[in-house]
């Protein structure tokens, strides 16, 4: 059936003017210097940027407000950047203004038929705005009238679980305690946030597997290592910094094998740009082997090296295996090794993709390495059977006894910056019963048990149930999450819906009855409460709680930051009828961060802690070969190869970034690392197939995305040929997330599964 669940098209559907040119040889370099000039040159002016430049990632600076790599313990003074978080900053230290002569002169839905890049262009917001019903132009509200309006529409509801509380990765630990804090005193764990869109699988696996639901290594192990696996996963775009690192690993004799469908240039060659001997030379090769696997194709892969392993432990003179540590440390290995001698390595070769003997070759390199880190993204954890991806690749770990030692781990890598340090705050709509009752013990009352909706679920609830209250914490939720026109009935469903935001984004368009808009203090930009400077803390990919301090003068005197922001909502929302003094409490930082240390785990003397010019580690027990599970091992899991099958004239599609935008935010029109410029409503396709389907560059189509006997269509792409695996394609989101099924998603961790959806490609 066709999905006709919206008003209108959410996402504009029209061209920009595509250009294609020649795919660089490197990442990086000179051209990702002059990139970064012209970003900043444009939204911030030099002096402006580079003053912000010079404190991102420094030790009295403030945390990149992109991605969670961690910063190294020695910070060089040229700049403790990537190419694409000087891109983040120049947006939110914009010299563009969002303010009310804007929604005057715009409506609601006029600013609809603009592109995600236009909305993010506009400017930062300076005061808060709200929309009631029936009326098409935001208007200016004082935030007293807002908080209240906020305070009686969640008073009013019949029951807690009807609001939900939605929060992005960018939120501070200090603003996501006080958040969940509100919102379980207000009685619910609707507390979905975007780690259930992206390493919710990850964290699923490892906590089963090995204990924990983070990854083990530290920075330095890159340095220390035999061997890197980078799968699903693109550095040179999403976590250019991570690049650095793969160079030490290189530098020290280490190898790298890549897996992942696209050949990313990143992946390839790097030129270290504060090198200057490097930057005017020859780039360093990270790859060693590059596997180009199918979409999907990843348990297969993962599975036929397990067997390599086992039969050559079985059958050659050296010894391949850790049996040592498999004994020591392990339950679950023989009903491993049985199930995994049902199947034969040829056949899972074969389902892959990749040439045999390129196997064969990894899998040497695999058998011989002992210190061993796999790293990987989106690419894995975004299928239906993304749980049993990231299971198989501990399983390797664990043959080789490569977790709890030196060079050796698991390496989930973060996307947004403070996304994992949300989730050790409470942020989380399952969370567990110890931290519930230490929350209850510390604020003497009966938190709510009932878990709350994750993402996929609080979508389904709201298209099922009108008059419910969103609050989105940071996010574009809108351009998030699947099922676009669902979700944007869901959302258009509810009673209220209210976005933290610093800058315009479509989700502020696609509303509620009444909305408002609350503009928050960026990560650059002063934060003083009762006339005293205040710091927060975030948490990075390897488990470093560290400070993030603003020096940037507020683009408006009228912004809020987000502690105080949830704690004017929370004080609204109770009235008198509270014993959390939660204006006090938000006034100083340190009386939050006190109370965070009587709750959660490893956060004791958080105040002195933090103090610590590189932040501390918090507690991960597998680093010491120490597992958390109910058996207290390491467990060897079994898991089944993809199940996905194509009818005739079906592909594969994955949604991928361009490499101008992190998340939803899209900086530019350009992917230059693909070749691909002005332009995002592009398919990447095989020659080969295109031959076959008797098309040529450029040609345009239409996609449809098949599930369950439903059909949802996306109009307007044009054919790239690119090099990608037979019977697969790539497109940018958020343009295709309208064809992905709200209701597939990853067993267990019911993560959309947007890198696997089934598609037909029909022609303009």
Not at 35 to 43: F, G, N
Not at 312 to 333: C, M, P, R, W
Not at 373 to 379: D, E, F, K, Q, T
Not at 508 to 537: M, W, Y
Request: charged share 20%; aromatic share 8%; with cysteine.
């Amino acid at each position: 059936m066709q999905n006709k669940n919206s008003k209108k098209t959410i996402t504009p559907e029209n061209f920009t003017g595509l250009q294609q040119g020649v795919i660089p040889e490197y990442a990086t370099g000179v051209t990702a210097i002059k990139s970064t000039l012209e970003h900043i040159a444009r939204e911030t002016g030099y002096s402006k940027g580079f003053s912000a430049l010079n404190k991102m990632n420094q030790k009295e600076g403030f945390d990149c407000p992109g991605c969670a790599w961690p910063d190294p313990k020695e910070r060089s003074s040229l700049g403790e950047y990537c190419e694409n978080g000087a891109k983040a900053i120049a947006e939110e230290a914009t010299k563009k203004k969002v303010d009310a002569s804007f929604f005057t002169k715009h409506s609601v839905a006029e600013l609809l038929e603009w592109s995600d890049y236009e909305l993010g262009k506009s400017g930062r917001i300076t005061e808060p705005l709200f929309i009631a019903k029936g009326e098409s132009h935001y208007r200016p509200i004082s935030w007293d009238a807002a908080f209240t309006h906020i305070g009686k529409k969640l008073q009013a509801l019949p029951t807690p679980n009807d609001a939900i509380f939605y929060t992005s990765g960018r939120t501070s630990n200090e603003a996501a305690f006080l958040y969940q804090l509100f919102a379980r005193k207000f009685g619910t764990n609707n507390l979905p946030d975007c780690s259930n869109m992206c390493h919710e699988s990850s964290g699923k696996a490892l906590g089963e597997t090995i204990g924990i639901g983070k990854g083990t290594v530290k920075l330095d192990d890159f340095s220390k290592t035999d061997l890197v696996i980078v799968m699903g996963q693109n550095p040179g775009t999403n976590h250019p910094r991570m690049l650095s690192a793969l160079r030490e690993t290189k530098k020290n004799g280490g190898k790298i094998i890549t897996i992942n469908p696209l050949p990313e240039v990143g992946l390839m060659a790097f030129k270290h740009p504060q090198k200057p001997l490097e930057l005017l030379g020859k780039p360093t090769k990270l790859t060693d082997l590059f596997l180009q696997v199918k979409i999907n194709g990843d348990v297969a892969l993962l599975k036929a090296f397990l067997l390599y392993l086992v039969d050559a432990e079985l059958t050659g003179s050296d010894f391949v295996l850790n049996t040592d540590f498999i004994k020591q440390h392990t339950a679950g290995y023989e009903n491993f090794v049985t199930e995994l001698k049902q199947h034969n390595i040829h056949d899972l070769v074969a389902q892959t993709g990749i040439p045999f003997s390129i196997f064969n070759e990894a899998a040497a390199l695999i058998a011989k390495s002992n210190k061993i880190i796999i790293c990987w993204a989106m690419g894995l954890t975004q299928h239906k059977n993304a749980v049993d991806n990231i299971r198989e690749a501990v399983n390797i770990l664990l043959l080789k006894g490569s977790i709890g030692i030196e060079g050796g781990g698991v390496c989930p890598v973060r996307g947004h910056s403070n996304v994992q340090g949300d989730r050790t705050m409470g942020i989380w709509e399952a969370p567990p019963e110890a931290f519930l009752d230490k929350l209850g013990t510390v604020f003497n009352f009966s938190p709510p048990r009932k878990h709350g909706y994750d993402v996929v679920n609080a979508i389904k609830a709201m298209k099922a149930e009108k008059d419910k209250v969103f609050i989105a914490m940071g996010g574009n939720f809108i351009s998030a999450t699947p099922d676009t026109e669902l979700t944007a009935q869901a959302l258009r469903n509810c009673k209220l819906t209210v976005q933290i935001s610093t800058k315009l984004n479509r989700s502020h368009l696609v509303h509620g009855t009444t909305a408002l808009i609350l503009p928050c203090l960026g990560r650059s930009e002063r934060d003083i409460q009762n006339g005293k400077e205040q710091f927060v803390t975030v948490e990075n990919s390897m488990g470093v709680v560290h400070q993030s301090k603003g020096h940037l003068v507020p683009v408006s005197d009228k912004l809020l930051s987000e502690p105080m922001l949830v704690a004017k909502i929370a004080a609204a929302t109770f009235e008198k009828n509270t014993t959390i003094d939660w204006i006090k409490t938000a006034s100083d930082y340190t009386l939050i961060r006190d109370i965070i240390a009587q709750v959660i785990p490893g956060f004791d003397n958080y105040n002195e802690k933090i103090k610590a010019p590189n932040g501390f580690y918090l507690p991960n027990n597998p680093r010491n070969q120490v597992f958390d599970t109910p058996n207290k091992k390491a467990n060897f899991t079994t898991n089944a190869v993809s199940d996905i099958l194509l009818d005739k004239g079906q592909f594969l599609m994955m949604t991928i970034r361009t490499h101008d935008q992190f998340n939803t935010t899209i900086y530019g029109l350009d992917d230059r690392y693909r070749g691909i410029y002005n332009e995002r409503r592009v398919v990447l396709m095989n020659r080969k197939d295109m031959a076959a389907a008797s098309l040529v560059e450029q040609t345009v189509v239409h996609l449809i995305s098949h599930y369950q006997g439903e059909e949802r269509k996306a109009h307007n792409f044009k054919i790239i040929g690119y090099d990608i695996p037979k019977g697969c394609i790539a497109t940018y989101f958020p343009e295709a997330n309208i064809l992905v099924p709200i209701n597939q998603t990853a067993r267990k961790s019911n993560t959309p599964a947007s890198k696997s959806i089934i598609v037909s490609i029909e022609r303009a």
